[in-house]
């Protein structure tokens, strides 16, 4: 059952969930740090903090709702049930986190710090389940590539509406005024997310498990988490490249309107960006087939690192040139973005066949923390350049400014992302390691059921 392939609904059904994580995500990936400091007004260096802050209970709280996923049962399985139950919070504190009241310039930044808090540790005990939830829909390799395919697709998608609409939409909805504008939007955007969850949630079904001998020993899952050599490669490689993400994605923002003098410009960048980010994922699953997933990633690391380098050196009346090598980067680094998941659920079944303990929530835990802590150290640092390269907020910027928004969505990013393919170096579960694991897994689980139904004929 568990080798048989994933129907396309529940393929579609999975996807939808990114999608709603979407909504919410990209409004923080791409808009908060330029929220907070040109509409909330509160200062770089202060948004910056707040986000490096909030990644310390990150370290507590991404273990601790792994662990909790992981002795979680349910009728409805271990992590389908937080996708029902954390959807309404979700998008509530999505809307809170861009609202303005006027409470102060030190009671904006408390306030500022405490809703991103709460939206994080929602987004955790929501998106830490949904991305375990695709390691035990199959316990096949490449049809979790499938699956993951599938999923940042829809993804992407989301990404796509989001960034090509999110500007204009504030605009109309607020009638010019930006303050009621993103809350109006967040409301909109918050609904879809609320909608798009249930819909994973009635479409999606468990079938993975961890062995019936096993039993629950927070001490063996961490020894064995880290001891498992794999993950730590990923936990890694997953931080570095979500620092370049949100380092450039906050960026680009400013790089429109401060350097390119078109604010909404940004808009089509990103959506052009995003369509580029959609027609390499498909490429993921048959070139992890024939090259590997490890190999496809490195290649993938060092191209679009590249490109994006490249970036700095086009000036801002040279915009096709900009459009190209956006185009470059993100469709050479697309195939690699759904395989960091995939090949973290090789990482669980990597433990349950070594030490024969499985944890898929811990194991999704790392991506979780990896995902928030390279949005928030991304984030910190984005904050903390543009204040040490003099930027200030809705004036003219100085040639100091504008060279460190540049360097900001180009060589920062482009090196860190280089980075992950030495990482990955390391990384030492290949294709021949995945079809052994996957059988002899398969077997032991055939073996148990053959026992279990032997024990009931006695």
């Known amino acids: 059952m568990n080798k048989a392939k994933l129907s396309v609904k529940e393929k579609v059904g999975y996807g939808l969930g990114d999608t709603a994580s979407h909504f919410v995500w990209d409004m923080v990936g791409f808009w908060i740090l ?274 994006f380098i490249s970036l700095y050196i086009p000036n801002h009346q040279n915009i096709t040139t900009i459009y190209v090598l956006n185009i470059l980067a993100k469709f050479t680094y697309a195939p690699a973005v759904p395989l960091l998941w995939t090949m973290l659920a090789d990482t669980a079944d990597y433990s349950e066949w070594k030490n024969g303990r499985r944890a898929t929530g811990l194991v999704f835990s790392a991506a979780t923390f990896a995902q928030k802590a390279g949005w928030g150290i991304g984030g910190a640092l984005a904050g903390w350049l543009l204040a040490l390269y003099e930027f200030v907020p809705n004036v003219e910027q100085t040639g100091t400014a504008i060279t460190g928004i540049k360097l900001l969505i180009s060589v920062f990013p482009g090196i860190l992302y280089m980075l992950c393919a030495i990482l990955l170096f390391y990384y030492s579960i290949d294709h021949k390691t995945c079809l052994i694991m996957e059988k002899e897994l398969e077997d032991r689980r055939q073996n148990e059921i053959e026992s279990n139904n032997s024990f009931k004929s006695y």
């Open 34 to 307: 330029i929220f907070y400091t040109d509409t909330f007004e509160i200062s770089a260096a202060a948004a910056g903090s707040i986000m490096l802050i909030a990644r310390f209970w990150d370290m507590l709280s991404d273990p601790i709702m792994g662990v909790i996923a992981d002795r979680t049962n349910t009728r409805w399985g271990k992590f389908r049930p937080y996708i029902l139950w954390m959807a309404l919070p979700y998008s509530i504190l999505a809307v809170l986190t861009f609202s303005t009241p006027d409470l102060g310039s030190s009671g904006k930044v408390i306030y500022a710090g405490v809703t991103y808090l709460l939206l994080m540790t929602v987004f955790t005990a929501i998106n830490l389940p949904y991305s375990s939830l695709g390691a035990v829909m199959t316990s096949n390799s490449h049809e979790r590539a499938g699956l993951n395919s599938y999923r940042f697709v829809f993804a992407f998608a989301g990404q796509l509406f989001v960034t090509g609409t999110a500007l204009s939409l504030a605009l109309y909805l607020g009638s010019g005024d930006k303050v009621k504008g993103y809350q109006y939007t967040l409301i909109l955007f918050a609904i879809i997310s609320f909608v798009l969850f249930l819909i994973t949630f009635k479409t999606t079904k468990e079938r993975v498990h961890p062995p019936k001998e096993q039993r629950q020993n927070l001490g063996a899952d961490l020894r064995n988490l880290f001891s498992n050599k794999p993950w730590v490669i990923l936990f890694f490689v997953g931080i570095v490249s979500f620092v370049m993400f949100s380092m450039q994605n906050l960026a680009i923002a400013y790089y429109f309107k401060y350097y390119m003098s078109d604010e909404k410009g940004v808009q089509l960048f990103n959506v052009i960006g995003t369509i580029a980010l959609i027609a390499g994922i498909p490429l993921s699953k048959p070139l992890s087939k024939k090259f590997g997933k490890r190999n496809v990633y490195i290649a993938s690391s060092l191209l679009s690192g590249l490109f």
